[in-house]
């Protein structure tokens, strides 16, 4: 069974950063594509960020790419979004979820605000 636990979220400041995780368990982490989504309030889900489980290689939104991060540690089945330059549009709900720009599976989720 699938299940992924993040974590890492708060309040920051605008132009702030933040890193978040999110530890995986119950499918084989190494040659799975992991992706992170978001929900502000009030919106859909929206597609933030992917990393492919063979070669690392990272995809991102255009509304973050430049800004935010993915990584992933295989040693300890954790998915990581370093997120520098917050802005208060980044102010939602951060989820990671298994697989390729999906959005389930996912976890619980992780707020992040933005705020001054």
Known sequence: QVHLMESGGGLVQPGGSLTLSCAA????????????????????L????????DTHAAYYADSVRGRFTISRDNA????????NSLKSEDTAQYYCAKGFKTMSPRGQGTQVTVSS
């Not at 929206?46 to 489980?53: L, R």
């Not at 300890?76 to 997120?83: C, E, G």
């Open 25 to 44: 368990s119950g499918f084989t982490f190494t040659y799975s594509a992991l992706s992170w989504v978001r929900q502000a309030p009030g919106r859909g």
């Open 46 to 53: 929206e597609w933030v960020s992917s990393i492919t489980g």
């Open 76 to 83: 300890k089945n954790t998915l990581y979004l370093q997120m």
